[in-house]
């Protein structure tokens, strides 16, 4: 096999508390992520000579800071292999197009040069690239606790579609967790969780930013006119309305609204050619069960 691709799906924070800041200046979080349908697109081809990333965005520098770049480097891969992303999901929108980019190409270049890795390997890679990153080697529906490292798969959520509004702002990650003051209990959040009282879902982070970018606070009112389950994605600036069924989904023409759908971790393994159980190449054991307290290396915030 000389070449492989493969979707690289962005992810929505359906909740998202922050516990406290832990004594080594990481964030404690509680959230619960959910792959969705917006996704950019990752081809690797092997060959000869030296090792080449590009992105179709040429605004995306390519060095020792990207994603993608450490997940080449953790792997120990220096030669005979092209790299093109084309993007799709913006940068600083929260949607987590970065920190999937390096966790799918940790799962590619594990399968097209045959590496063998195991699965928990890949995990501790992916820990020490970017707080975000190892959840993407699960997708679907999962609690993500710690750092970020701490991942546990739960069934499909009972939202199928989300109305996405991306503004065009590039929000600093760094900044909103820097100017983070009140933290929450996850207790609460969880309870409404097992409840399914999704209207209930909250992103502690949301104030913080509305307060750097404030044109933000406006986008979320006129969202709520389209679902009473609206918040937004990470640390922003996407803003998305959860349905339950296409035909609730108001009928309105928007350029600036997109519609996505649910991908659950059938779809998202198959993508890669693998089954929910991970046995096909490149995956390792079986996952379904997989959880881990380790710390991962990189602090959230500098991606």
């Not at 220096?78 to 992303?85: M, S």
């Not at 309105?252 to 198959?270: A, C, M, N, Q, T």
Request: aromatic letters at 12%; a positive charge; charged letters at 25%.
């Amino acid at each position: 096999m000389n070449r492989i691709e493969a979707n690289s799906y962005g992810k929505l924070n359906l909740f998202l508390e922050i516990t406290g800041k832990r004594e080594d200046d990481y964030h404690e979080i509680f959230s619960l992520f959910q792959t969705i349908s917006i996704a950019d697109r990752i081809i690797i081809e092997k060959g000869k000579g030296s090792i080449k990333i590009e992105f179709s965005d040429k605004n995306i520098k390519v060095d020792g800071k990207n994603t993608v770049v450490k997940a080449v480097n953790a792997l120990g891969v220096k030669e005979g292999v092209r790299i093109f992303i084309e993007k799709k999901i913006p940068a600083g929108s929260g949607l987590g197009g970065g920190s999937s980019n390096a966790a799918t190409v940790l799962l590619l270049l594990n399968n097209i040069l045959d590496l063998k890795i195991p699965f928990e390997k890949l995990w501790e890679i992916s820990c020490e690239i970017g707080s975000d990153v190892p959840f993407f080697l699960f997708g679907g529906a999962a609690l993500v606790m710690g750092r970020g490292e701490i991942v546990v798969p739960v069934p499909t959520t009972p939202y199928r579609y989300f109305l996405l509004k991306i503004p065009k702002i590039n929000v600093s990650t760094k900044s909103v967790y820097e100017n983070l003051t009140e933290y929450g209990d996850k207790s609460k959040i969880y309870a409404h969780f097992l409840g399914g009282n999704f209207n209930r879902f909250i992103n502690r982070l949301e104030e913080v930013a509305f307060k750097l970018y404030p044109e933000l606070r406006e986008v979320k009112k006129e969202m709520l006119n389209l679902s009473d389950f609206v918040l937004m994605s990470g640390s922003g600036a996407s803003f998305f309305a959860g349905f339950k069924e296409k035909s609730k989904i108001p009928q309105i023409k928007r350029e600036d609204l997109y519609l996505f759908e649910v991908v659950d971790r059938k779809r998202y393994f198959s993508n890669f050619g693998a089954s929910p159980s991970g046995k096909a190449s490149g995956f390792g054991p079986d996952i379904r069960g997989f959880e881990s307290s380790r710390p991962s290396i990189k602090k959230r915030g500098e991606e």
